[in-house]
């Protein structure tokens, strides 16, 4: 059976940075599933699924338009540090949503500087370019209610 939209698909991958640096990986885990064509996984990636089958091994690199996005620089903020009211200590790492007109927007705190504290709304593979490592474990057509709710079960 070969991926198309609308199959359930396990997968095991290996994902790396340009560096070589692993970010994610479903080593020693359950395999991913995911519905094909739903969205369920970045598009660069669903594409390169279309007409794979079980046991199929294969490499893709995706660039970040078909991954997690291009960086904004527009994302990256000052704010005050009495914006953080409630908050003891803050930290380089630290994750809070912000609230704009679109909605909470998580964001990170990326430099404390005095009183200015930066903050970055990208999300932190924004910019990247991916590789997936990647093994098909398994492929099934989806049930009525994998499709209903537009993920795999
Ligand atoms: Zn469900």
Known sequence: MEIKSGHVVAMHYKLTNDQGEVLDSSEGRD????????????????KAMIGKKVGDA????V???EAYGVRHE???????????????ELQVGMTFHAETE???????????????????GNHALA??????????E???????EEKEHNHAH
């Open 58 to 61: 294969f490499t893709v690199t």
């Open 138 to 144: 398994e492929v099934r057509e989806a049930t009525a």
């Open 102 to 120: 679109q909605g909470p927007v998580p964001v990170t705190i990326t430099d404390v500087t005095g009183d200015v504290v930066t903050v970055d």
């Open 31 to 46: 395999p991913l599933k995911f519905l094909q064509g739903a969205g369920n996984i970045i598009p660069g990636l669903d």
């Open 63 to 65: 660039e970040p338009e």
């Open 127 to 136: 910019g990247v370019r991916l590789t997936f490592d990647v093994t098909i």
């Open 74 to 88: 527009q994302m990256i903020q000052k704010v005050p540090r009495s914006a953080f009211q409630g908050v003891d």
